[in-house]
């Protein structure tokens, strides 16, 4: 069946949860409907982990129990009988879905290859060269590739998992010169095995005293033990880290949260005091009145005892631990060929284009091309809990506009990491005399001044615009917390109109449940003229094309053809005749009614002999009455995601946000900006 993958591998410790996540994105970007299967699972735990992380996915809809085949007990009690169910049950899950991601059993290779070579799936084989050399490594690969053979499974592709960084190259080239087949190697990435915060907790029995919850989900990069003087404990500590004290050295932690929150030392993960001591009043007094997020932890055990128990604590790849997968996900795309490993699998390309699909191509277009965002709201929860996923996924170059204590504060208290973004005052006095400067050259012809500019471009939406507008930044998402006046008004004085275009305007990108449309003008122009309705169809073609859309373009009105008359319709006439007359090269049709536009059987029977009628992929209302309520109610009742409102006609991109936006909305929105920062069109 065109499509199933099999990801093996013939040892735990692989990391083949990494790859079966890759694969399982990757596959929702070509085709509708993802599933998932593992065919044996362990009965002695209530809850599969990989399948619980796969289910997770975006790309996949899916039950647990759907996507169990046989328990580990049932499979070594009778083999026979329970690969006869599992067959049954991938044959069953192979006529629902599209593609399917099988993941085999952790340990047991003889239980893989049989069921794969009866599944007849092809199979991506997983190895791991997590302390193994490159020559190691190889040999992992030709024993277990062997097995696969032997049993008559399908193998089509190897991928090294873990491997030391300095021996990647060498691990490919040994790879690649064994068999010849589509290989990926993924380095060894601590953060991946790195356990969380909680996962210390539980381990140690420990008690949260102090600090915020949401700081239990992060990942602890590894231990110091504070059994020495606050000078060598501070030269000790690294990014990240948990540091473990004697519960009875009171001394240590002030010390400890404030070198945490200096932005001199590194960042802490959390603090262990061991022996069981309650917080003193004083100490606890202290602490609670100084705002801090850090996880202080008291443990019952001994130093020695809560170290070594510490110590053993591996982190696993879970549905819940978000910054895993996306890390976990970047690292694949950037490791991985993945338009070998589909030639491998062979999947066919599906017609439909999903929501999921949808993202999943603006995220990798972004990443692809990265361009740099500016985003003035830097202050905003959502925001840099957004910022936090963009920089982890590698969609875009982030500057985040606010002052460095109360941004950094923000992501401290969502429990959220955006080293990798630049924090940038609207205050920073060589910057504002170079913006005011140029907003004093731009508003010269309006008696603006250099100090009354001064003022002006300390705010968030007119310094960001000034940062797209001197290329200090390629564009800018804003809108969150300011309206839509207050975030476009600087880009029609700074950016303004690109050549050619008379008015700026806006789309949504309509992500119905089979195909994605494109709505303009919904958000900005309230009544256009005839020759402003042209300059929105050209905008909203161009932007169609952009996102790899084909333009096919329906003037909307309540009539279709020569069917009606009066101004409403004589203006969507004319404005279909304009663009007609400027751009040859596009499919439009007007005055056309939606039905006819999008529904082939109505348009047969108004428009027989038009090429477009049923097939609109753009669909440009009259007014923004029509438009801003269509979308709206197309949003709530087919159940569609809408992504915009996308700007369109500036010289440079610049979009805004709903006050109300998610942070969803916000990462869909820097990707289409960085996209269209990129100016290319997808061939």
Not at 410 to 432: K, N
Not at 452 to 478: C, K, N, P, R, W
Not at 576 to 582: E, S
Not at 583 to 591: Q, T
């Amino acid at each position: 069946m065109s499509g199933n993958v099999y990801v093996a591998s013939p040892e735990d410790g692989s990391g083949k949860s990494t790859v079966a996540l890759g694969v399982v994105t990757l596959l929702g970007r070509k085709v509708g409907k993802v599933g998932i299967f593992r065919p044996v699972v362990d009965s002695s735990r209530p809850v599969d982990r990989v399948v619980e992380l796969l289910l997770a996915q975006p790309a996949v809809d899916q039950d647990y129990a759907d996507a169990i085949g046989v328990g580990s007990q049932e499979w070594r009690a009778d083999t026979n009988s329970a690969l006869a169910r599992i067959v049954d049950r991938f044959q069953d899950l192979g006529s629902r879905y599209d593609a399917l991601v099988v993941v085999g059993s952790d340990d047991e290779l003889g239980a893989t290859t049989a069921i794969a070579a009866n599944l007849g799936a092809p199979v991506v084989l997983v190895v791991h060269g997590r302390g193994r050399s490159a020559e190691q490594v190889r040999l992992a690969a030709e024993l277990a590739r062997a097995d696969l053979v032997a049993a008559h499974a399908h193998l089509v592709a190897v991928i090294a998992n873990r491997v030391e960084l300095d021996s990647v190259a060498q691990v490919r080239e040994l790879l690649t010169r064994d068999g010849g087949l589509p290989v990926g190697v993924i380095p060894e990435m601590r953060l991946l095995a790195a356990p969380v915060v909680a996962d210390l907790v539980a381990a140690c029995d420990g008690e949260l005293v102090r600090g915020n919850p949401a700081w239990l989900n992060r990942e602890s990069m590894g231990f110091v033990v504070a059994a020495m003087s606050l000078p060598d404990v501070l030269i000790r500590l690294v990014e990240d880290i948990t540091v473990i004290a004697p519960g009875d050295r009171y001394d240590l932690l002030p010390a400890l949260l404030m070198a945490h929150q200096s932005g001199v030392y590194p960042r802490l993960s959390a603090v262990v005091l061991t022996g069981g001591y309650p917080l003193p009043e004083p100490v606890d007094r202290l602490i609670y009145g100084a705002h801090q997020d850090l996880p202080i932890i008291v443990a019952p055990g001994g130093t020695f005892e809560t170290a070594s128990a510490l110590s053993g604590v591996r982190g696993k790849l879970t549905a819940r631990s978000t910054v895993k997968v996306e890390s976990a996900l970047r690292l694949f795309e950037e490791t991985v060929d993945k338009e070998k490993l589909l030639a491998a699998i062979d999947v066919a390309v599906s017609d439909v284009l999903t929501p999921v699909m949808f993202q999943h191509r603006l995220i990798e277009r972004a990443r692809s091309d990265r361009r740099r965002i500016v985003l003035p709201e830097g202050e905003d929860e959502r925001i840099v809990r957004a910022a936090a996923s963009l920089l982890r996924s590698g969609v875009a170059e982030l500057t985040l506009l606010g002052e460095e204590v109360p941004v950094r504060a923000a992501a401290s208290a969502a429990g959220v990491d955006i080293t990798g973004a630049t924090i940038l005052s609207r205050h920073d006095p060589e910057l504002v005399a170079t913006f005011a400067k140029e907003y004093a050259r731009i508003r010269a012809h309006k008696g603006m001044t250099e100090e009354q500019a001064a003022e002006i471009v300390t705010d968030a939406s007119y310094f960001g615009t000034m940062m797209v507008h001197l290329g200090l930044a390629d564009g800018m998402v804003s809108g969150a917390v300011h309206t839509t006046a207050h975030t476009i008004k600087p880009s029609f004085e700074i950016v303004k109109t690109a050549p050619g275009t008379t008015i700026v305007s806006s789309v949504f990108l309509m992500c119905l449940a089979d195909r994605v449309l494109i709505y303009g003008d919904c958000a900005v122009n309230p009544d256009p003229t005839a020759q402003q309705l042209a300059d929105i169809a050209i905008s909203s073609a161009d932007t169609a094309a952009q996102f790899g859309i084909t333009p096919r373009v329906a003037m909307l009105s309540y009539s279709t053809g020569a069917s009606g008359s009066g101004a409403d319709v004589d203006k969507v006439r004319e404005a279909t005749t304009i663009v007609q007359r400027i751009r040859a090269d596009l499919l439009v049709e007007g005055p056309i009614q939606y039905d006819a536009a999008v529904d082939p059987e109505v348009a047969a029977a108004k428009l027989p002999e038009s090429r477009l009628a049923g097939r609109a992929t753009v669909l440009v209302f009259p007014d923004l009455n029509t438009g801003n309520n269509t979308y709206k109610a197309v949003q709530r009742s087919a159940n569609a995601v809408a992504i915009g409102p996308v700007l369109q006609g500036l010289n440079k991109p610049i979009n805004d946000l709903s006050r109300g936006a998610q942070v969803a909305d916000i990462i869909n929105t820097v990707a289409i900006t960085a996209i269209q920062a990129q100016g290319k069109v997808p061939t």
